[in-house]
Nanobody, 122 residues
Framework: QVQLVESGGGLVQTGGSLRLSCAAS????????MGWFRQAPGKEREFVAA????????YYADSVKGRFTISRDNAKNTVYLQMNSLKAEDTAVYYC???????????????WGQGTQVTVSS
């Protein structure tokens, strides 16, 4: 089992920045690929970013490429999502998730956090 707890969400103006954190506990965090997903009201959960267990490779949805950065600190059992140049369409509940290998599909992830709300006001 892996337990994931997100933090860092909140209300920010268009163009602003937020940094989300996801703290993991339980089984060996460093052996899992980690991903961030988001879900806006009335929409399906969508992929945002992912990072390999080693941190050597990262992957992004086209909608956030160049604005968001995923990183991880295996010594702290934590994965981060730095979000810059935020837009109103980034408003959603953001979830972190753990998978045995890096992936972009919801069903490929075994463990999920409870989510943190990000609201971008225009």
């Amino acid at each position: 089992q892996v337990q994931l707890v997100e933090s860092g969400g909140g209300l920010v103006q268009t163009g602003g920045s937020l940094r989300l954190s996801c703290a993991a506990s339980g089984r060996t965090f460093s052996s899992y690929a980690m991903g961030w997903f988001r879900q806006a009201p009335g929409k399906e959960r969508e992929f945002v970013a992912a990072i390999r267990w080693s941190g050597s490779s990262t992957y992004y949805a086209d909608s956030v490429k160049g604005r968001f950065t995923i990183s991880r600190d295996n010594a702290k059992n934590t994965v981060y999502l730095q979000m810059n140049s935020l837009k109103a369409e980034d408003t959603a509940v953001y979830y972190c998730a753990a998978a045995p290998r890096v992936a972009s599909k919801v069903y490929e992830y075994d463990y999920w956090g409870q989510g943190t709300q990000v609201t971008v006001s225009s």
